[in-house]
């Protein structure tokens, strides 16, 4: 029994050490770009003293969450990473509880004055407050229509994105194999959904036009009752004052809308509200379809990315070396600017700190990287250490292809959004 234990005890470390490989990959938690937490550090101290009678700590970066904590374990569970860790081993899965306890405290959670994309973080506080009321309504009424779509199969069990994804999109419309998006790390052809169906065109009975016009028509879904029933929030524009007198900072954020002819100036806040059930399952319903098309739109674009680069590296030694180049835009934060010389009373203007990266010419490089002391490779569990390490360590050398790469920064006045920085 000792030994079983034992040998569980070790499996877990080994679990966990993946877990936070994984969980630090920048494609899964972003850095923080808070103007107040950005590019601050945590120390994670060791339990316990090495064996020379030091306590030795890592320095990580604050990065943020990109979903719930509990959703990021259940992400972790059914990630690719996870599943070949598990058929490797011949291990069971471990509960979601064990992960969440293991998250690191460098993870911070996410703010809503971090994000530009009004769509996903719209989208993500409506679904919180879905997946909490639907299985209690369902619990409360039975559904009378014959055929409703709450009877479902995987419909009261919808409780992260991958879930939603699943549940809209199946049978003839699910994901399917493309061979021609695999990337020369992945082990089997990535899945991919069909252009029409995310894009709401498919006109196929079971997919996502269909089953939103079925949600809105399910009575336990739209059930009337108090006008306050629900409690969310949404994006408001709020004003601002008049345009003769806002500040000239030329700040978006002060964009009046068609009707005003620029006399009024709004900004777009995250307020809360209270609505009927009704109300509020058609507006989660009215912007669905927009949520799913961007996530697909990002998640092809993001694999567009990885294979451009991968035909970059691809090219080394070739004629082709040095002839094409990726270029990409993006912006990092909202700034105050700093000015010298300002008047009494006089606000900082606020603006995006944009980013331009250029990856081109792959060359040959060594590449040195800060690891932890290691005896052995086996007591490194078989894991690359990608943690600096700030007490005694050792640094290790590789030679490796990689793409010489060019940043460039520039400030803006205008709010940073998807549109501006294109």
Not at 329 to 347: H, K, N
Request: charged share 30%; hydrophobic share 30%; net charge neutral.
């Amino acid at each position: 029994l000792l030994v079983s234990r034992k040998k569980r005890g070790d499996a877990a470390d080994d679990e966990a050490a993946l877990f936070k490989e994984w969980s630090h990959d920048p494609e899964v938690c972003r850095y923080d770009s808070n103007q107040r937490t950005g590019g601050k550090r945590v120390h994670r101290f060791d339990a316990e003293p090495g064996s020379d009678g030091r306590i030795r700590f890592e320095v990580h970066e604050k990065r943020t969450l990109p979903c719930s904590r509990k959703e990021l374990c259940e992400r972790f569970i059914k990630s690719p990473e996870y599943e070949a860790f598990m058929a490797r081993t011949g291990n069971g899965a471990v509960s979601v509880s064990f992960f969440q306890k293991r998250i690191c405290s460098c993870m911070v959670d996410p703010k809503m004055n971090q994000c530009a994309d009004p769509i996903d973080t719209q989208h993500n506080v409506l679904f919180d407050v879905w997946r909490r009321n639907v299985p209690q309504w369902l619990d409360e009424t039975t559904c009378g229509r014959e055929g409703c779509i709450c009877k479902e199969q995987g419909f009261r069990d919808m409780k992260s994105q991958d879930d939603l994804f699943t549940f809209l999109f199946c049978g003839e419309c699910a994901a399917v194999a493309d061979p021609t998006r695999k990337l020369p790390r992945d082990d089997s052809d990535p899945m991919q959904l069909r252009y029409d169906c995310v894009a709401g065109e498919c006109e196929k009975d079971g997919c996502l036009q269909d089953k939103c016009t079925r949600l809105a028509n399910c009575p336990v879904l739209t059930k009337g009752g108090s006008d306050t029933e629900m409690s969310f929030r949404k994006w408001t524009l709020v004003p601002r004052g008049v345009a003769e007198g806002a500040a000239d900072d030329g700040d978006e954020d002060y964009a009046a809308p068609s009707d005003t002819a620029g006399k009024a100036k709004y900004t777009r806040e995250m307020l809360p509200c209270r609505s009927s059930r009704k109300d509020f399952v058609l507006f989660f319903l009215e912007g669905l379809p927009a949520y799913i098309l961007h996530r697909g739109r990002a998640w092809w674009q993001t694999r567009n990315r990885r294979l451009q680069d991968a035909r970059l590296i691809n090219a080394f030694e070739t004629p082709a070396a040095g002839k094409s180049c990726n270029f990409r835009t993006d912006f990092s934060a909202r700034e105050a600017y700093e000015m010298q010389d300002a008047s009494t009373g006089q606000r900082p203007n606020v603006g995006a700190v944009c980013v331009s990266i250029v990856l081109h010419s792959p060359t040959k490089r060594t590449v040195k990287t800060y690891v932890k002391e290691v005896v052995s490779e086996e007591d490194a569990n078989g894991y690359a250490r990608w943690v600096v390490e700030v007490s005694k360590g050792e640094v290790t050398e590789e030679e490796k292809v990689a793409l010489t790469t060019d940043v460039y920064f520039g400030y803006a006045r205008n709010k940073g959004d998807g549109r501006f920085h294109h």
